[in-house]
């Protein structure tokens, strides 16, 4: 077909039932409204949706890729417990990129990124004080995102995105009692970038991924059945 016979019949970048379904499963699993061990059926996922059981079995198999999901032919689809194993090595994996990212930032983000996070950062604490969760946790991933996007390293952020999963529900746990030190600790990154120091952003942004490692066993403990049975993370 030649370009001037091509008719766009809606804008590309329409999101699909498929992947409305997902974007509201998936939230529902991060904040624990779908805990872990619940049972989820295509039929009735697809009525409560009210759409067909396809874009449905579509978002199942990408919640399932992601790890969220345990499907087994001819037996429940569940939601899957939380892997203390997993937790720790997207933490390895993101620290090891989000280090070398917030040294780029350091070099190129202008003083309207700056200001860009800056808002970021007051509608965060907003949400902190307001005791939103949900808002609080959306808005942390985003101030992650904007420093990897601002910094010229949106593909920086799809490869952190594809391996944070593990980590996404521990993390909204943690906001019960440790959304403070989060919110905190973003101040000081943010400081560090400002100041364009690539050495003090790297040691914050390291501290501050690292703390779910002493997070988590509190959580474990609070939240047994949510945890998978495993041998020590290593």
Sequence with gaps: MRNG???????????????SVFDELHQQIITLQLAPGTKLSETEVARALGVSRQPVRDAFYRLSKLGFLVIRPQRATTVSTISERAVMRARFVRTALETETVRVACERLSSDDHAALDALLGLQRSAMEA??????HALDDQFHREICERAGLAFAWEIIRENKAHMDRVRFLSLAFASQDAYGDHL???????ARDPDL????MRRHLSRIRDQIVRIRTENAPFFAVESEPS
Aim: charged share 30%; hydrophobic share 45%; no cysteine.
């Design 5 to 19: 016979n091509l008719k766009l019949l809606e804008p590309l970048n329409r999101p699909s039932v498929a992947d």
């Design 188 to 194: 000081q990154v943010m400081e560090a970038i400002r």
């Design 131 to 136: 005791r939103d969760p949900v808002a609080f």
């Design 201 to 204: 952003a790297i040691e914050r």
